[in-house]
């Protein structure tokens, strides 16, 4: 959030289906490159903000054609250029596109369906001074989207979409996670997944960081004042506070944390991953943003709620966040109202269309042209959709739809046709006049 593959390689889909809750079916079309793993090992600066090393992933084809080339994601590189990127490969060669945050790479021999293949390469990662999900405020450095990630290619082809400023672009594939971080050990360091300390050289402290079935990775690196708690289901959350955060503040956010992450796991199936580490700045411009267990937030209760049922909508049933962002942004902003109290009364009267133009299901890049409507119509009229829809099937058909329908697509990909569907199949009620109502195509 900004303000705020038919099927797997064999492998990928028996781990997915015996990790999903009961009810998945893992039928996702195909999408590919498959069973993403990464091997990271990377070293800091007496900063924090200056990473070298070495990154490795391997991958299957899952699709039938085979596949002759893979994309590399560096959307690190949106603000910095081709000139001066701040995330920079080595050893591979291929052309960059999409304002140097695609990198194609051919594969030494075309991969069949079913086979495994991998690329390497060195990498240099420089935070750039500007205070965002990649970058830095004064000591502390965020790298969100900081590593090169495989693009998807999927039915449409290869999704090479561009950076967005206002929300996301981003689209990924359930995948694994093995991070080495070498830093000094003044610096505390979260990151996304189970992370174990170790000492390293004099001075210097090694993070070990692993993370099954998550989308993305991110890690931080500061002098951040740390507090943990662990939730009434056992889930172990640990939030990190830069400068400026009172102490006070910081645990009533860890508080509200635990709380909120147990009661969505009642309402979406239980936290998959354990653990979940918050990081807090107030400097932030942005009201939080979501990566699989791992947080950027402020200091505001709604943001945290938000930003926590990111953890289902996108991070464990995945989308398109580009060409379709309402997915999950609306289904988290309907979550935090419900956590709130906030029914959405009224809610289609104080939120209006403006232009024939305007569809909930209009991609980023509509958005990206119309940016004084997104919030209004992604987050507010979205989530003003999902409350019509439970008075019009009832409370109970709709919290069993979501419940049963984040099961379906547990560390999957979920699209607006497969929501429809799984809504019509719940009720009686015919929602053909719903979806024209709603713009949702």
């Keep these: 959030m900004r303000r705020l593959l038919r099927l797997f390689a064999l492998l990928a889909v028996l781990l997915t289906v015996a990790a999903a809750p009961p009810g998945h079916d893992g039928a996702d079309p195909p999408r590919t490159p498959g069973a993403p793993a990464y091997t990271v090992e990377l070293r800091s600066d007496a900063t924090g903000s200056h990473w070298r090393g070495r990154e490795r992933i391997a991958f299957s084809n ?6 002759r080339e893979v994309y590399l994601r560096l959307w690190g590189n949106a603000h910095g250029g081709c000139a ?3 995330v920079r490969v080595s050893g591979l060669d291929g052309p960059y596109s999409v304002g140097c945050t695609a990198l194609r790479v051919a594969l030494p021999r075309p991969l069949p369906q079913g086979a495994s293949g991998s690329v390497a390469f060195d990498l240099a990662v420089d935070v750039p001074h500007r205070v965002d999900r990649f970058g830095r405020d ?5 790298l969100g989207n900081a590593l090169p990630v495989l693009a998807v290619h999927d039915g449409e082809g290869w999704h090479l979409d561009p950076y967005s400023d206002l929300g996301e672009s981003f689209y990924a594939l359930a995948s694994d996670f093995a991070v080495t971080l070498d830093h000094p050990a003044d610096l505390l360091v979260p990151a996304t997944g189970t992370a174990v300390d170790a000492p390293g050289e004099p001075g210097r402290t090694l993070t070990r960081a692993t993370a099954r079935r998550v989308r993305e990775f991110a890690w931080a690196a500061g002098p951040f004042r740390r507090m943990t708690g662990r939730s009434a289901d056992g889930v172990r959350i640990a939030v990190y506070a830069a400068a400026g955060i ?5 645990r009533a956010m860890l508080d509200l944390s635990l709380r909120t992450v147990d009661a969505h ?3 979406y ?4 991953y354990g653990e979940l580490a918050m990081v807090l700045d107030d400097a932030f411009d942005f009201g939080g943003m979501e990566y699989p267990a791992f947080i950027l937030d402020r200091i505001r209760p709604s943001a945290v709620i938000h930003e926590l049922a990111h953890q289902w909508w996108y991070g464990i049933v995945g989308d398109d966040q580009y060409r379709a962002p309402w997915l999950d942004e609306s289904f988290a902003e309907y979550a ?14 104080a939120t209006p269309w403006r232009s024939a133009e305007e569809r909930l299901t209009n991609a980023m890049s509509y958005w990206d042209a119309h940016p004084d409507r997104y919030e209004a119509v992604v987050y507010d009229r979205g989530s003003c959709a999902l409350h019509e829809l439970r008075r019009l099937i009832g409370a109970g058909t709709m919290a069993a739809l979501l419940h049963d329908y984040a099961g379906a697509h547990w560390f999957g990909v979920s699209t607006t046709a497969d929501f429809k569907a799984a809504a019509q199949a719940a009720t009686s009620v015919d929602l053909s006049a719903f979806w024209h109502e709603h713009r949702l195509d």
Aim: glycine letters at 12%; aromatic letters at 10%.
């Design 269 to 272: 199936g239980a936290y998959p």
């Design 336 to 349: 935090m109202d419900l956590a709130l109290g906030d029914f959405g009364e009224g809610c289609t009267a």
């Design 265 to 267: 796991s009642r309402s």
């Design 246 to 250: 009172r102490a006070e503040d910081a």
């Design 138 to 142: 004064g000591a502390f450095s965020f």
């Design 62 to 67: 899952a699709s039938a054609e085979p596949l």
């Design 84 to 86: 001066a990127p701040p």
